[in-house]
């Protein structure tokens, strides 16, 4: 028997095996096909060496096997004659998937027959389940459904005779609690492996709360980034400043969604998805950007709560401090405005405010600006945009970020669909898991915000950041190991 606990995946042709295996070890790069016969190989997968699957060719010519492996039920050493049967055939096109899969098996490999409960049980199974049990080899079966129809009832009867355990696994939207489930199964069927993948469960836990630690870091440097960043230009006067301005928007917004994107491609990469893509990709995982309209009216908080959690003063004391520096406003629209003053704060719920850009102070007496190069002369500053003081951003980027991981974390990993979420889709997404930072306790808002409105100022205290982590990672906790009923 092997040290590390090893299992051969085998099964009908076409039936899931590949999609079981890509779940279970994370790994999105399995090949996975709706045509029979994608795999040919026997190729091993393991998931940080804890345990190791094989992923095999499906069952060619079960019945003419078992014909010849029959006397493996007297045999005192069975597998001896499986690996004689191998020696045997190795080569020959009639075998060669047999070969293949009891390779391992020979090798010390346990088994874990995949079955496709929505398609019937025929007698070529009976004859895969009659070698398998020959084997003698430790064995569990797994029922897939890869369709609708239903012949779980008819398969469970079936596999009871021939296997120390079965159970289903849907390998499309297996949680991680279903995995941690299975490797729980495995190690109840072997005694030999009991210690080693129960310590491979304890090792995955505290794997997969250290990437929830990972990514309320993550989330909370993002935050930070976004809500102290600034673009400047040398400053223009008469026609040619409203298009300066426009362009300097337009240049905040990019670095802005340049910045989240790397986020969310992090966040993404920690559950180790290779096929969701982040930011402005072909096929990203959200269809809306950051600054668009329904972004702005479906995610973040509504009036009162910005009110509740403070957002009214960070606002005000944000928009104050920006006077008080730039001097003047340039172009600032209803932004700055509405914002002094709680009235301003409700109106700015679900309406996302123009960027403000801000003018440089006046220019320097005119003896000593003679001195300078001609840049600074106009003042030594330039146009400022940024911090963004729009109360809901903060609350908007969160809930993009945790939506992307609450999407993450859940999607399996057999999956080969690239999924696009609109601003409406993220919501619910959201909503179903509790996490919309709208469902929120209000007390965890509120320590958000605080953290939220130093950093916009360029204040933030370590502890405000520590705050701001400890309220991100409790709300992320509740995401749990379960998958909740999400949108793909
Ligand atoms: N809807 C759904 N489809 C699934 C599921 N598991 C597998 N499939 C689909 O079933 C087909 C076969 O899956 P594979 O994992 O390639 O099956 P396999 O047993 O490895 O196939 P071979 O290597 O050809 O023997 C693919 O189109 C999968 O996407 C599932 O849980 N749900
Ligand atoms: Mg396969």
Same mark, same amino acid.
């Given at each position: 028997?092997?040290?590390?606990?090893?299992?051969?995946? !085998?099964?009908?042709?076409?039936?899931?095996?590949?999609?079981?295996?890509?779940?279970?070890?994370?790994?999105?790069?399995?090949?996975?096909?709706?045509?029979?016969?994608?795999?040919?190989?026997?190729?091993?997968?393991?998931?940080?060496?804890?345990?190791?699957?094989?992923d095999t060719p499906g069952f060619q010519n079960a019945?003419?096997?078992?014909?010849?492996?029959r006397a493996a039920a007297q045999a005192r050493e069975p597998l001896a004659l499986f690996a004689d049967f191998v020696a045997r055939h190795r080569g020959e096109p009639d075998f060669d998937a047999e070969c293949r899969l009891f390779e391992p098996v020979v090798g010390g490999a346990g088994i874990v027959y995949v079955v496709d409960g929505s398609r019937p049980l025929l007698d070529l199974h009976l004859a895969e389940m009659e070698l398998l049990?020959?084997?003698?080899?430790?064995?569990?079966?797994? @029922?897939? %459904?890869?369709?609708?129809?239903?012949?779980v009832a008819d398969w469970?009867?079936? /596999?009871?005779?021939?296997?120390?355990?079965? $159970?289903?696994?849907?390998?499309?939207?297996?949680?991680?609690?279903? %995995? @941690?489930e299975l490797l729980e199964t495995l190690a109840g069927i072997e005694q030999g492996w009991k210690p080693r993948l129960m310590q491979a469960v304890a090792v995955l836990r505290q794997d997969w709360a250290g990437r929830l630690d990972e990514a309320a870091e993550l989330i909370v440097q993002l935050l930070a980034d976004v809500l102290q960043h600034r673009e400047t230009a040398p400053p223009a006067e008469g026609p040619e400043a409203e298009a300066v301005a426009e362009q300097l928007r337009q240049r905040f917004m990019a670095a802005i969604a340049a910045r989240e994107a790397r986020a969310h491609a992090a966040l993404i990469a920690l559950f180790g998805h290779r096929r969701v893509?982040?930011?402005?990709?072909?096929?990203?995982?959200?269809?809306?950007?950051?600054?668009?309209?329904?972004?702005?009216?479906?995610?973040?908080?509504?009036?009162?709560?910005?009110?509740?959690?403070?957002?009214?003063?960070?606002?005000?004391?944000?928009?104050?401090?920006?006077?008080?520096?730039?001097?003047?406003?340039?172009?600032?629209?209803?932004?700055?405005?509405?914002?002094?003053?709680?009235?301003?704060?409700?109106?700015?719920?679900?309406?996302r405010?123009? @960027?403000?850009? $801000?003018?440089?102070?006046?220019? /320097?007496?005119?003896?000593?600006?003679?001195?300078?190069?001609?840049?600074? %002369?106009?003042?030594?500053?330039?146009? !400022?945009?940024?911090?963004?003081?729009?109360?809901?951003?903060?609350? @908007?980027?969160?809930?993009?970020?945790?939506?992307t991981l609450a999407y993450v974390m859940h999607r399996a990993h057999a999956r080969r669909d690239e999924v696009t979420l609109g601003a409406g889709q993220l919501q619910s997404l959201?909503?179903?898991?509790?996490?919309?930072?709208?469902?929120?306790?209000?007390?965890?808002?509120?320590?958000?915000?605080?953290?939220?409105a130093r950093l916009r100022r360029d204040r933030l205290e370590p502890q405000d950041r520590e705050a701001l982590r400890a309220a991100i990672r409790a709300q992320i906790d509740r995401l749990g190991e379960r998958r909740p009923d999400a949108p793909g």
């Open positions: 028997m092997n040290e590390t606990p090893t299992f051969a995946v !085998v099964g009908a042709v076409n039936h899931g095996k590949s999609s079981v295996i890509s779940t279970l070890a994370e790994n999105d790069q399995v090949r996975v096909s709706a045509m029979p016969g994608e795999t040919v190989d026997c190729q091993r997968f393991s998931l940080g060496e804890l345990f190791v699957f094989f019945r003419e096997a078992l014909a010849e492996l049990r020959l084997t003698g080899a430790p064995r569990m079966a797994l @029922i897939n %459904r890869t369709g609708r129809d239903d012949h469970k009867r079936r /596999l009871g005779m021939h296997f120390n355990a079965v $159970r289903q696994f849907d390998a499309h939207h297996a949680s991680f609690a279903d %995995r @941690i893509k982040a930011g402005a990709a072909t096929e990203p995982l959200f269809a809306d950007g950051l600054f668009s309209e329904d972004t702005w009216s479906l995610l973040g908080l509504d009036a009162r709560q910005l009110l509740a959690a403070g957002a009214a003063a960070g606002a005000v004391v944000g928009a104050g401090a920006d006077a008080m520096t730039a001097g003047a406003t340039l172009l600032a629209g209803s932004a700055i405005g509405a914002a002094v003053g709680a009235a301003g704060a409700l109106m700015l719920g679900k309406r405010p123009e @960027i403000a850009v $801000r003018l440089p102070r006046g220019p /320097l007496p005119e003896p000593l600006s003679m001195l300078l190069p001609s840049q600074l %002369r106009l003042g030594g500053a330039s146009l !400022v945009v940024g911090p963004y003081a729009a109360p809901n951003f903060p609350w @908007i980027v969160l809930d993009r970020a945790v939506g959201l909503a179903d898991t509790g996490l919309a930072s709208a469902q929120w306790p209000e007390a965890a808002r509120r320590s958000c915000e605080q953290a939220f």
